[in-house]
């Protein structure tokens, strides 16, 4: 199958093409090499990929692309393009969450719509669901987002539902839980926590490190997406996409303290505004309609992010 990627160039995306490629499929990438972090981490994310036949790779922003020319030959579009990160979407930034996040995903389905596109998967977040004491969350449960970020997240999802009932396209939503693993971006926990773990410098906390998190490894996350593009029946529907349990931060800092063999040093801050203080997905419509069932326990998916970061290192403090 022809299948385009967006947002190629990121963490999610670069590792979801790869598979796309491993599996037989031909891969469209489109990026924008947006600042939000260095694009020397983009281009390492596309040592795999540049080069190999079946793949090819369209930098330039999603709004920018004429519809029949970004779709050409394209059956099918996971679109994983986005300005991701709670803590900046508030005040003036929201610009660029709205352009990315939204912006692009009706631009999809439009061009989608018009040329009558197979199907389109969506990458949306458990930011949807706000901070909420019900736990586990259910495709059913409230979505009242806290963040600016998650409110972006909701309301392109929502734009999927509408093209699907309105005009019967294929579109399917996955909320993904907390991604983390080898490539993860720079502005995330994991990866912050093992650079200071290895470099001797100081974590800083936001909270008191009781707020848990259901964290879900990269391969994980890749595994759902693709079988979100091939299940017939996941057509107009939203699944969970989460790692299978959750863990407070103060834990997993314990964990990479032992795959480290440091000490962590803690700074606590303040909690950020739009962070929740508890997020535990229900895998249960995922597993029955998907097969999804997470294979990477956090132990192990710790250990290939810290290896990760130890043979990045130098890059990644040059950048
Ligand atoms: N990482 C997580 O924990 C997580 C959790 C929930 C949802 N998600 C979603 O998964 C997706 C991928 O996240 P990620 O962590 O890989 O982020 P990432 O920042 O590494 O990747 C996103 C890529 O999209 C590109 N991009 C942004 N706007 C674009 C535009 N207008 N046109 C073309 N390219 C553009 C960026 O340059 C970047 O390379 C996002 O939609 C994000 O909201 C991620």
Not at 238 to 251: D, E, K, L, M, Y
Request: glycine share 12%; hydrophobic share 40%.
């Amino acid at each position: 199958m022809n299948i385009l990627v967006t947002g190629a160039a990121g963490f999610i995306g670069s590792r979801l093409a790869e598979r796309l490629l491993e599996l037989g499929h031909r891969v469209r990438g489109i990026d924008s090499f947006t600042d939000y972090y260095p694009r020397a981490l983009k281009e390492g994310n596309l040592l795999g990929l540049r080069g190999q036949g079946g793949f090819d790779l369209v930098e330039a922003d999603i709004l920018s692309v004429e519809p029949g020319v970004l779709l050409d030959g394209v059956e099918a579009v996971v679109h994983l393009a986005a300005q991701a990160g709670v803590r900046r979407s508030w005040g003036d930034n929201f610009a660029i969450y709205t352009h990315n996040n939204l912006l692009t995903t009706q631009h999809l389905l439009e061009a989608g719509k018009k040329l009558g596109l197979g199907r389109m998967v969506y990458a949306s977040s458990s930011s949807v669901y706000g901070d909420t004491q019900d736990l586990p969350m259910r495709e059913t449960s409230a979505c009242w987002p806290v963040s600016p970020y998650g409110v972006t997240k909701l309301a392109a999802e929502h734009l999927c539902g509408l093209y699907h009932r309105n005009f019967g396209m294929n579109t399917a939503s996955l909320r993904y839980f907390t991604v983390y693993g080898p490539r993860q971006r720079p502005d995330m926990a994991f990866h912050r926590f093992i650079r200071a773990l290895l470099e001797g410098g100081t974590i800083r906390l936001f909270g008191d490190g009781g707020q848990s998190r259901d964290f879900t490894f990269v391969d994980d996350v890749v595994a759902a997406t693709i079988a979100a593009i091939f299940t017939p029946e996941a057509k107009g529907q939203v699944f969970n996409v989460g790692g299978g349990s959750r863990v407070s931060v103060n834990q997993v800092i314990a964990m990479l303290e032992e795959i480290t063999g440091r000490e962590a040093k803690v700074e606590r801050l303040e909690v950020a505004k739009g962070d929740v203080r508890d997020t535990e997905a229900d895998c249960g419509k995922a597993r029955e309609i998907l097969g999804y069932a997470p294979q990477v326990s956090l132990a192990q998916g710790l250990a290939a992010e810290e290896q990760w970061v130890r043979d990045h290192l130098k890059l990644l403090q040059e950048v």
